[in-house]
């Protein structure tokens, strides 16, 4: 039998969700030198790079992007990496990821920038489920879904281009 799916976000739609929340993060960050966007694994990564051509695109702000890699599965047992372009000490810095489901994958990303100091950590996703079993608040959110726990969330990109977001 094939899995059911709810197709809850177009191209169009994702496109309109990143120009509202790079809003969002210039109005929040208009008076910062610049930000650090660092995506989570492949995905968070392309929302990162989205983000940060939007921001570009309507702020003044130096953007630099770099990518937090880790096993969203088992975040403990293996290493949390980051290729930090510079020193993040009283700067402001922005991790963003396609899902926030329960929490553990954000938390966990998180890690490698608390050996400094920075400024501010922000949170960005695409579609925060809200049901967090760990105590992770997201600051910009493109879609808020109350799912059950038996829902999966999928985000699909091919070809560096995205595709769709649905519910199965």
Known sequence: MPVKHSIIMTPQKFAQ???RMAFEIYEDNYDEE???ISGI????????????GRLR??????????NVR???SDPISGPVTVDLPYDITGKTVMVVDDVANTGRTLMYALKP????????????VLVDREHKRYPVSCDYVGLSLSTTFHEHVEVKIS?????????I
């Open 159 to 167: 070809d560096d281009q995205f595709e769709y977001v649905a519910l």
């Open 34 to 36: 610049g930000i650090l």
């Open 113 to 124: 920038f608390l050996k400094f100091t920075p400024k501010k950590i922000n949170l960005a």
């Open 57 to 66: 695109a309507i702020s003044p702000l130096e953007i630099a992007l770099c």
């Open 17 to 19: 969700k990143l120009e």
């Open 41 to 52: 694994n492949s995905k968070g990564y392309f929302m990162a790079r989205q983000l940060a």
């Open 70 to 72: 880790l096993d969203p």
